[in-house]
C-alpha cells in the first residue's frame, strides 16, 4: 500500500522550520535584521524628542513608521536580495528538480518572514515603551487593526519581493538594487518624517505604494484619533489602506507567477 505523501502546506511547514534554522545561522543577517530598527529607533528618538502634537511625541509617532517599514525590510528586502543568492547557488534549480510542490518553497519563505518580522515588533515596542515612553494602545479594535496590518503587510511584502527578484541580474548586484528602493520608501512614506510635512508630489508618489498606507495604518493604531486630523484626508481612511493592500496583493501575485525564475538564463 503506498504512502500519502505530504501536502503543499505540510511541507511548507517544515521548508519554514529549515528556513528559520537557515536565518540564525547567518549572525550579521539576525544582527542587522533585528538590532537596526532598534538602532535607528535610538538615534531618531534622541534627536527628536520634542512633541509635534498634544501627546503625541515624535518617538510614539516614529515607532509606527519604523514597524510598517519591518513589514517592507523583512518581507519584500530580505526576499528580494535573498532569492538571487539562492538562484545563483544552483540551490533554487535544485528545490526544483524535488518532489517539493513550489508552493510550499514560497510557504517557507512566508514563515521565516513573519517570525522575523514578529521578534523586530517586539523588540521594538519593549524598546519604545521601556525608553521613549511610547504608549501601547488599549482598545480592542486597535490591536485587531494591527493584527490584520502585521498580516496582510507581511504576506504582501513577500510576494512583491519574490516578484521584484527576478529584476537583480544576479546576486552581486541585488543589495545594490533593491535596497536603495526601499530606503527612498522610507523617506517618501512618512518613516523618519512627518508625512504631511514632506512635499506634495512625495505624497503623491508614496500614495501610489503599499508602505505610505502601512504607515498611515500603523500611525491609526499608535496615535491618538485626534492626530487623524492631520493626515491628507483628515481621516484615518483604514477601509482605503486594506483596499489598496489588497490591489498589491493582486498585483504582485500576479507578477510573481509571471517572472519568477528558478534558475540564471
Given at each position: 500500500?503506498?504512502?500519502k505523501?505530504?501536502?503543499?502546506?505540510?511541507?511548507?511547514?517544515?521548508r519554514?522550520?529549515?528556513?528559520i534554522k537557515q536565518?540564525?545561522?547567518?549572525?550579521?543577517?539576525?544582527?542587522f535584521?533585528?538590532?537596526?530598527?532598534?538602532?535607528?529607533?535610538?538615534?531618531?528618538?534622541?534627536v527628536?524628542?520634542?512633541?509635534?502634537?498634544?501627546?503625541?511625541?515624535?518617538?510614539?509617532y516614529?515607532?509606527?513608521g519604523?514597524?510598517a517599514s519591518?513589514?517592507?525590510n523583512?518581507?519584500?528586502?530580505?526576499?528580494?536580495?535573498f532569492?538571487?543568492?539562492?538562484?545563483?547557488?544552483?540551490?533554487?534549480?535544485?528545490?526544483?528538480?524535488?518532489?517539493?510542490?513550489?508552493?510550499s518553497?514560497?510557504?517557507?519563505k512566508?514563515?521565516?518572514?513573519?517570525?522575523?518580522?514578529?521578534?523586530?515588533?517586539?523588540?521594538?515596542?519593549?524598546?519604545?515603551?521601556?525608553?521613549?515612553?511610547?504608549?501601547?494602545p488599549?482598545?480592542?479594535?486597535?490591536?485587531m487593526?494591527?493584527?490584520a496590518?502585521?498580516?496582510?503587510?507581511?504576506?504582501?511584502?513577500t510576494?512583491?519581493g519574490?516578484?521584484?527578484?527576478?529584476?537583480?541580474?544576479?546576486?552581486?548586484?541585488?543589495?545594490?538594487?533593491v535596497?536603495?528602493?526601499?530606503?527612498?520608501?522610507?523617506f517618501?512614506?512618512?518613516?523618519?518624517?512627518?508625512?504631511?510635512?514632506?512635499?506634495?508630489?512625495?505624497?503623491?508618489?508614496?500614495?501610489?505604494?503599499?508602505?505610505?498606507?502601512?504607515?498611515?495604518?500603523?500611525?491609526?493604531?499608535?496615535?491618538?484619533?485626534?492626530f487623524?486630523m492631520?493626515?491628507?484626508a483628515?481621516?484615518w481612511?483604514?477601509?482605503r489602506?486594506?483596499?489598496i493592500?489588497?490591489?498589491?496583493l493582486?498585483?504582485?501575485?500576479?507578477?510573481?507567477?509571471?517572472?519568477f525564475?528558478?534558475?540564471?538564463?
Amino acid at each position: 500500500m503506498n504512502k500519502k505523501l505530504p501536502g503543499a502546506l505540510a511541507i511548507g511547514v517544515k521548508r519554514g522550520g529549515l528556513e528559520i534554522k537557515q536565518f540564525f545561522r547567518q549572525k550579521e543577517s539576525v544582527v542587522f535584521t533585528l538590532l537596526f530598527p532598534l538602532i535607528l529607533l535610538a538615534i531618531f528618538g534622541s534627536v527628536f524628542s520634542e512633541t509635534i502634537a498634544p501627546g503625541v511625541t515624535f518617538s510614539q509617532y516614529f515607532v509606527a513608521g519604523m514597524i510598517a517599514s519591518a513589514l517592507v525590510n523583512t518581507g519584500f528586502q530580505q526576499i528580494a536580495i535573498f532569492i538571487p543568492i539562492e538562484r545563483d547557488l544552483g540551490a533554487l534549480k535544485r528545490l526544483r528538480g524535488t518532489p517539493m510542490p513550489a508552493a510550499s518553497y514560497f510557504i517557507g519563505k512566508a514563515i521565516v518572514v513573519i517570525v522575523s518580522m514578529v521578534l523586530q515588533v517586539v523588540l521594538l515596542l519593549i524598546a519604545g515603551v521601556a525608553f521613549f515612553g511610547v504608549e501601547l494602545p488599549t482598545a480592542i479594535d486597535k490591536w485587531m487593526i494591527f493584527a490584520a496590518l502585521l498580516i496582510s503587510g507581511s504576506v504582501v511584502s513577500t510576494i512583491l519581493g519574490v516578484a521584484f527578484s527576478s529584476v537583480p541580474k544576479n546576486a552581486r548586484g541585488a543589495s545594490a538594487i533593491v535596497s536603495p528602493v526601499v530606503i527612498i520608501l522610507q523617506f517618501f512614506s512618512g518613516v523618519f518624517f512627518i508625512f504631511t510635512d514632506l512635499p506634495a508630489w512625495m505624497q503623491q508618489v508614496a500614495a501610489i505604494f503599499p508602505l505610505k498606507w502601512l504607515t498611515q495604518g500603523m500611525r491609526s493604531v499608535f496615535l491618538p484619533e485626534e492626530f487623524a486630523m492631520r493626515e491628507i484626508a483628515s481621516n484615518w481612511e483604514t477601509g482605503r489602506t486594506f483596499a489598496i493592500i489588497g490591489i498589491w496583493l493582486v498585483v504582485g501575485t500576479f507578477l510573481a507567477i509571471r517572472t519568477f525564475k528558478w534558475d540564471r538564463e
